[in-house]
C-alpha cells in the first residue's frame, strides 16, 4: 500500500468513527476555503458527497461565490472538524470538475425540492426580497410539474485532488498528534510528524 492509499484509507476509517459517534451532528461537513485571483480568501462549510483515491467531492452552483473563486484561483484547502472526537483533517489540492455523468447522477439522487431550488436560487447574488425567490421557486416548480427535473448547466461537482493531508489528534495540555502526508514535484508522498 502507498503512503497516498494509506492515508486515504485512514481518511476513511476517521469518517466513519465520525459517523458513528454520539455528538458529530453532521460528520461530512467539511469546511472549504478559496481565494480569488488576488488573494481574498473566502471560506464556507459545504457538505463531502464522495471520496475516494481520485479526491474529495462536492456539489454547488458554479456561479455562486465560491464557484466564481474556484474558476479564478483552482487552489483549495479542506477542514474536517469533529469536535467530540477531538479529530480533524486538513486537505490541500486543486480542484477539477467531476465528469457530467457523475454530475448528473448525483443530481439525480437529490430531493425533488433540492433538485428545484439548484435551478431558481441565483447563489450568492443579492436577492431584493424573499417574495422574489418564492416567485423564481415557482415557476422552476411550474416547468418541470410533470416531468423529472434536469441538472442546471451552471450546477456541477468538485473533485479535490490532493497535494497534502494532515491528521490532527487532540491531546491534553494540547501535546497534539499531527501528522502529514504531502505530494512532491515527482508525484512521491512522503509521512512527516508535526510538533504540537
Do not use: C
Amino acid at each position: 500500500m502507498t503512503l497516498y492509499e494509506t492515508a486515504i484509507e485512514r481518511f476513511g476509517e476517521w469518517l466513519e468513527t465520525a459517523r458513528e459517534a454520539e455528538g458529530v451532528i453532521e460528520p461530512t461537513a467539511m469546511t472549504l476555503a478559496t481565494a480569488r485571483a488576488d488573494g481574498q480568501p473566502g471560506v464556507r462549510t459545504v457538505l463531502l458527497k464522495h471520496f475516494d483515491g481520485d479526491g474529495f467531492v462536492f456539489y454547488t452552483n458554479t456561479l455562486s461565490k465560491k464557484g466564481t473563486q474556484l474558476a479564478e484561483n483552482p487552489q483549495v484547502a479542506l477542514n474536517f472538524f469533529w469536535a467530540p472526537l477531538a479529530r480533524q483533517v486538513i486537505v490541500e489540492g486543486r480542484v477539477e470538475f467531476v465528469s457530467d455523468a457523475e454530475a448528473d447522477a448525483y443530481f439525480a439522487s437529490r430531493p425533488r425540492l433540492s433538485q428545484l431550488g439548484a435551478w431558481a436560487s441565483h447563489q450568492s447574488q443579492v436577492l431584493t426580497d424573499r417574495d422574489e425567490f418564492e416567485a423564481r421557486l415557482a415557476e422552476v416548480e411550474a416547468r418541470f410539474a410533470d416531468a423529472p427535473v434536469t441538472r442546471p448547466p451552471h450546477w456541477t461537482g468538485y473533485r479535490v485532488r490532493p497535494a497534502m493531508l494532515e491528521f490532527w489528534q487532540g491531546r491534553d495540555g494540547r501535546l497534539h498528534d499531527r501528522e502529514r502526508y504531502t505530494r512532491g514535484d515527482d508525484g512521491e508522498w512522503t509521512w512527516t510528524l508535526l510538533n504540537p
